[in-house]
């Protein structure tokens, strides 16, 4: 009896030392994916950054990109900073700077996908809000941009802002630079646009939504948020790596 019960317990010890060995394995292999998901979402935002960054913008004598912008919004209806159809039941709201780089990769690479795959069907709408972070002239643009939104062009603006910036807090962002993109944006009334970014109105809005973004406790630029039937209120996303993410996020925010 004696000699069954030494062999039950060596049996039980190595099935102990099985099950642990296996767990460690398991937890190695978990820290291995975390390590490898947290390198992707920094190479995405490396190379992000990259695209951001190539070529000189800034250059309000050589603005390029507005055929591009027109074909990416074309038929999709605006209002203020809204793009997309009013009745559509979930809204991502982006929280930019237009002075941010990664802000501008997002907005070559990563947003074009979201507006073909769900504004332009009606499923979701892209809300874009001012975080100006990087210092005055993230201000400048905003009221601009804000101000080019009260003539449906708010999101030509920002979009073709984006793919003409220039190095941030480097002056770029003059009166002349801020025409040349109104003007390729296809603001209707130039007159108006100037009128209105120097109204009290479209600076309080741009202060509104930055401190909006600071009491949600956002850490930097481009944020994202989604508000839908199935999403837990006002629900913050942070910054998703790709764009099939952000559908995800629409996907589930409309269940």
Known sequence: MSGSKDREQRREGRLREEESAAADERRQRAVK?????????IAVVAVLIVVSQSGDGGDAEDIGGAAEVRRELAGIPQSGMVLGEPSAPVTLIEFGDLQCPVCKGYAEEVIP???????????AKLDFRNFTIIGPESITAGIAAVA?????????????????QGLEASGYVTDEFLTAIARDAGVPDLA?????????ASRDQVARTTREAERLGLGGTPSFAVVG???????????????????????AASE
Do not use: C, H, M
């Not at 708010?154 to 003409?164: A, D, I």
């Open 229 to 251: 039937p199935g999403s837990d209120g006002f629900q913050v996303i942070g910054t998703p790596g790709s764009a099939n993410d952000l559908i995800a996020a629409i996907d």
């Open 148 to 164: 080019a939104g009260q003539q449906g062009r708010g999101w030509n603006f920002v979009e073709l802002f984006y793919r003409n």
């Open 33 to 41: 994916l975390a390590s490898a998901a947290a390198f992707l979402a």
């Open 192 to 200: 108006r646009w100037n009128k209105d970014r120097r109204d009290r």
């Open 113 to 123: 996908q979201v507006i073909e795959n769900r504004v332009r069907r009606g499923e």
